[in-house]
Structures are given as structure tokens and as C-alpha cells.
């Protein structure tokens, strides 16, 4: 009876090592996938975006690298280099509150608010 459980705890612990091990690197190419603020503020102009590049939210006080680019009714608002999951919070109640049409992606440091599909792939996030 030792041996059983000794040998169900020696599973476990293999079990929960190999969890641990596979979430690490799917994040690692998670986080290589999108572009830097540059690039996309790049492919937005080459598609006829407006776009301004800002280096904090001035209506919620945070220090973040952001892209507001529209052209006509399409838009993409995008937040980089977000200190705290609190921080995201608040951007992503900020979009919801500015934006009557809008669609929210977020990674761990990146928050992104925007009207289509289409702009995702113009801006290079897709």
C-alpha cells in the first residue's frame, strides 16, 4: 500500500511539473506574436490610418506607450508596456466607456481597443 501512493505522488509531481513547463512556453511565443508599438503605428500609416503616437493615457494618469490611429469609422487604440493587471482594468474600462462599438484584446502587457477585424490586420496584430 506504501508503494502505491508513494508512486501516485511521484505522478502528480511529474504531472504538475510538465503543466508548469508547457504554460511558460506558450506564453514565450505568445508574447513574440505581436509587433512592437513602432511597426504598428507603421503598417496604420502605410493603410491611410491618422495616427498619433503617445507615450502615457493623460485621461487615466499612466505612463504606457499608446497608438490611436482612425480612418473614417475604423479605429485601433492600443496600449503597451501596462505596469499592472489594476492598470489594465482601468484602460479597459476606459474603452468601454469611450468606444459605442468596440472589441477589446490583451495580453500580459499589452491592452488593444478596436472597431474590426480588418484594422487588427492593417495594424499587423493578426
Sequence with gaps: MRKVGVVMLTVMMLTLSGCGAQSEAENVGRESTYP????VAANLEKAGFDVESLESFEELGLNVSRIKAVNGEDYLDV??????AED???????????YEKYNLMSDD?????YSSESVLQSA???
Design 109 to 113: 502587457e499589452m491592452i488593444c481597443c
Design 36 to 39: 512592437e508599438a513602432d511597426e
Design 88 to 98: 489594465m482594468g482601468k484602460i479597459a474600462e476606459h474603452y468601454q466607456g469611450s
Design 124 to 126: 499587423g496584430l493578426q
Design 79 to 84: 496600449c503597451y508596456e501596462v505596469p499592472s
